[in-house]
């Protein structure tokens, strides 16, 4: 418990006869004395785990006569000239430790200490490439460089050794094949490459490493079969080659792996059926053979395994009963097995005493509910979602731990009544089934005062919502329902409430006032409903709202000026109601909105700018299509839109989504894209669009939009816009839809369009166009409705030839503007159609809880009992540390 600092004068180094000076595990939160290298005697120095930070002082190179230097220490720094010293002056060195000193210098070509026995440079920041300086040397014990990500190169040429026992390289740039000479390690019994870019085959010349307990190979790019070999380590404790592209069958070799302890081969390529040699391991503790494609049935020897702790044989196609002796495994807290084709409950349960959490979710099994299950007094986690359960009324469950409950899409007709004997439920989700009729009595007046996610979606409910004594609930969801009425007033006692979403329903009145003035909501969902009346003061005490949907209903009035305090808004949806209002220019103060859809109101006037230096920073979908805009188009505005100038995530390859909220399922939102009204499941990062189609701009199309290099939909249909089409147009290289009929625009088509190579969609159609149609590669794709009512257009894919027009001819204006917006069918909502780069889309999107994140309340708060839809990305994390 020592701190504070040692003072250079201290009396300390004046004890020039000094052997050994240990001052680990302290708190000095000062930097190392250069007057350490007065300590010219000493053998062994001990320094670490004591906060010491800074740069360790040059003058430790004076201390020559080292035996063991250890210096782990997360703030300190070493030169690149010390390191090199230390390695090669100091001859009698046989420990060296510095794990998380920055040392920031490539491993030194030549290192003189042969007396080197054991060597920790892990997370040191090591750059360059790893050399065969320490496989040189001849005493060497124990190497660790693990947590260096940039050390690259291959594995360096591997000498014999009989003395090595441990070599550790996760975590680094290491890469390319595993040399056969990884055999010639005649003594090692610790072998960790996880997490490397190391690729290709593993050598057979592995199964030499006889005395080897721990091999770890997961996180890599290994391909092809498991060696047989390995059936000759008898000595092996733990095997992990999970996440790889391991394929074929797992073989049965592990009959002689006596010792084995824990066996991870999940996410990989694996077919076949089950190893039945596997259940011979009697000393088995953790076994994971998840997401693969495993098959077939499970053998019925499960009860052999009597010592595992960790059961996970999700998202494989295994098939057939599961057999009742997976339910005898005495110290099994978790068991999970959803995601495969199990078919049929068993018939017989041996309850499992330790069980907290079974997951088996996602098979085909159906019949009753098992009564045995009411055995499980410690079960917390209990999700059979995606099966055919039923539920008899009066069976008898208490389940007296329970606090997690998934019974989505199981052919529910009635809510659970079992539940009322259920006194500490959490979490429950009973969406996606066929409930039918109001929400019973009992179930509104229960009192689960720990209660605090709760969806009901995806079913037929109807009639008013009861007041519900919930009051802890962060997370209600009720989407997809028949519900009726105005929102029952005991939300507004839901003090934590981070998420509410009463979409699709019929819920009508006015929202109530409290919706504005709750600090904790997060998310706001109530699109298509019947709800009327003005919108109340949303972020009237500065909430934390980042999404807001309300597309879809009767409101009236103007937007209200509270969404400024909304400094978290990013999802902004007003679309499909009646209000009426100017453009809300003072919304670009909103510096972390990415989406703004105004659509089918009855906004009118000019589109304004905001007064502030920085507007729409993050802007990435405008629409305010189906209005009364008027005016010349913006340039001012367009010219602020940032995040529509440089592609997020452009040159990666990769698809970024927006980060949902803490309390979020997955931004989604109606758009009109390439031709049909879409639901846009996640809101991907490359979509950029501006839609101020059906209004009544006038001028001229600014040729700044070619700034909008990451635009992906430009819709200015239906506009009274006149001039040509800028030529400039033709830079938005990222283009896919293009849509510019039903206006008064005059010229050609520029040929600059052509270099569009990814625009699949064109309309101009209904404009005073003419001369020839460019010809390109995309241009050659698009049909005669993308050029019709020009009548002045000539060449392919039209009839009419260039050159045969009457001279005398002079393109006339459009007469009307009462012609339907819906001409020949070829709209912009007909107009639009796929998606490039993998985008999942589709008209309706059914999206769940927690799909593709999981919030930071819901992991601190059920820790260690998490179902496999929110747990999985956490619990790789989590074997990752282990």
């Known amino acids: 418990m020592l701190t504070g600092t040692i003072h250079p004068n201290s009396s300390l180094f004046q004890l020039h006869h000094l052997r050994t000076l240990n001052l680990a595990h302290n708190a000095f939160f000062s930097s190392i004395p250069h007057n350490i290298g007065r300590l010219t005697n000493l053998r062994h120095l001990n320094l670490s785990h004591s906060f010491f930070e800074g740069e360790i002082p040059t003058e430790i190179s004076y201390l020559s006569n080292l035996v063991s230097l250890e210096l782990n220490c997360y703030g300190c720094e070493l030169d690149e000239r010390t390191f090199e010293t230390i390695l090669q002056n100091f001859t009698n060195l046989e420990v060296v430790s510095l794990f998380g000193v920055n040392i920031s210098s490539p491993i030194p070509l030549n290192i003189s200490s042969s007396s080197l026995k054991y060597v920790d440079l892990g997370f040191t920041n090591l750059r360059g490439v790893l050399t065969e300086s320490f496989f040189l040397l001849p005493k060497l014990e124990m190497l660790y460089l693990n947590y260096n990500d940039l050390l690259k190169g291959g594995l360096p040429k591997i000498h014999p050794s009989n003395t090595l026992l441990e070599l550790h390289i996760s975590f680094t740039g290491i890469s390319g094949e595993l040399p056969d000479s990884i055999g010639t390690f005649s003594s090692l019994n610790r072998l960790n490459m996880y997490g490397c870019q190391l690729s290709g085959r593993v050598p057979d010349s592995i199964g030499n ?312 909501l997060t998310v706001l969902d109530l699109r298509r409903n019947n709800f009327t009346g003005s919108l109340p003061s949303l972020c009237a005490q500065s909430t934390s709202l980042s999404t807001i949907y309300l597309n879809g209903n009767q409101f009236e009035g103007t937007l209200p000026m509270s969404l400024l305090n909304c400094s978290d808004l990013e999802v902004l949806d007003m679309g499909n109601n009646a209000i009426n209002d100017t453009f809300p220019a003072w919304l670009g103060t909103l510096q972390q909105m990415q989406v703004l859809i105004l659509k089918s109101n009855l906004f009118h006037g000019p589109i304004s700018t905001c007064q502030t230096t920085f507007c729409f920073p993050k802007l990435r979908i405008f629409d305010l299509s189906r209005n009364k805009f008027s005016g010349s188009l913006p340039a001012k505005v367009f010219g602020n839109f940032k995040a529509m100038i440089k592609l997020d995530g452009e040159g990666t390859g990769e698809i970024k989504y927006m980060e949902p909220s803490e309390m979020s399922s997955d931004d989604s939102v109606s758009l009109v894209i390439k031709g049909q009204d879409i639901e846009l499941e996640r809101i991907s990062t490359i979509m950029t669009t501006i839609d101020l189609s059906c209004n009544h701009f006038e001028g001229v199309i600014p040729k700044t939009l070619k700034d909008l290099s990451s635009l992906w939909l430009l819709n200015l249909s239906h506009n009274n816009l006149i001039g040509h089409i800028p030529m400039e147009l033709g830079q938005l290289n990222k283009l896919e839809a293009l849509d510019l009929s039903w206006n008064r625009l005059t010229g050609k088509i520029p040929q600059e369009l052509t270099r569009l190579t990814f625009l699949e969609k064109l309309n101009v159609s209904q404009n005073v166009l003419f001369g020839p149609i460019p010809l390109g590669p995309q241009f050659n794709t698009f049909e005669n409705d993308s050029y019709g009512g020009n009548l002045d257009l000539c060449g392919p894919p039209l009839s009419k030839q260039c050159g045969t027009s009457d001279p005398s001819h002079v393109p006339q204006p459009l007469e009307s503007e009462d012609e339907s917006y819906f001409f020949s069918g070829f709209t912009w909502e007909s107009v639009v159609i796929g998606y490039s780069c993998g985008l999942v889309v589709g008209t309706v999107v059914w999206s769940l809880m927690f799909k593709y994140r999981k919030p930071k309340w819901f992991v601190e708060f059920f820790e260690g009992i998490y179902p496999k839809k929110m747990r999985r990305s956490m619990k790789r994390a989590q074997r990752r540390r282990t």
């Open 209 to 520: 490493l006889t005395q080897i307990r721990y091999l770890a190979f997961s996180y890599n790019h290994f391909t092809g079969h498991i060696p047989s070999t390995i059936s000759k380590l008898k000595h092996l404790s733990y095997l992990k080659l999970s996440s790889n592209s391991f394929s074929g069958e797992i073989p049965d070799i592990f009959s002689n792996l006596q010792e084995l302890r824990s066996l991870y081969l999940h996410n990989n390529s694996f077919i076949g059926s089950f190893p039945s040699t596997i259940v011979s391991l009697t000393h088995l503790q953790y076994l994971d053979l998840s997401s693969n494609s495993l098959s077939g049935p499970l053998p019925n020897n499960f009860s052999m395994l009597q010592k595992l702790t960790q059961l996970d044989l999700s998202y494989n196609a295994l098939n057939g009963t599961i057999p009742s002796s997976v339910f005898s495994l005495p110290l099994l807290p978790q068991l999970w097995l959803d995601n495969n084709r199990f078919s049929g409950l068993p018939t017989e349960l041996k309850t499992i005493p330790t069980l907290e959490s079974l997951d088996l979710s996602h098979n085909q099994l159906s019949g009753s509910f098992p009564q045995s299950l009411v055995n499980l007094t410690s079960l917390s986690t209990l999700d059979l979602s995606s099966n055919n359960i039923t539920i008899d009324e009066g069976i008898q469950i208490t389940f007296p731990s329970l606090q997690d409950l998934w019974l989505s899409s199981c052919e529910l007709k009635d809510i659970p009544h079992f539940l009322t004997n259920v006194k500490k439920l959490q979490v429950l989700d009973i969406s996606n089934n066929k409930i039918r009729g109001q929400i019973p009595n009992w179930f509104s007046g229960m009192r689960w005062d720990n209660l605090s996610y709760l969806t009901l979606s995806h079913n037929s409910l109807t009639g008013h919502l009861q007041q519900f004594n919930f009051h802890n609930l962060r997370y209600l969801d009720l989407k997809f329902n028949s519900l009726q009425g105005p929102i029952p007033s005991s939300i507004c006692n839901m003090n934590d409430l981070q998420f509410l979403d009463l979409s699709r329903n019929d819920f009508s009145n006015s929202i109530p006032s409290c919706l504005g003035s709750m600090s904790s």
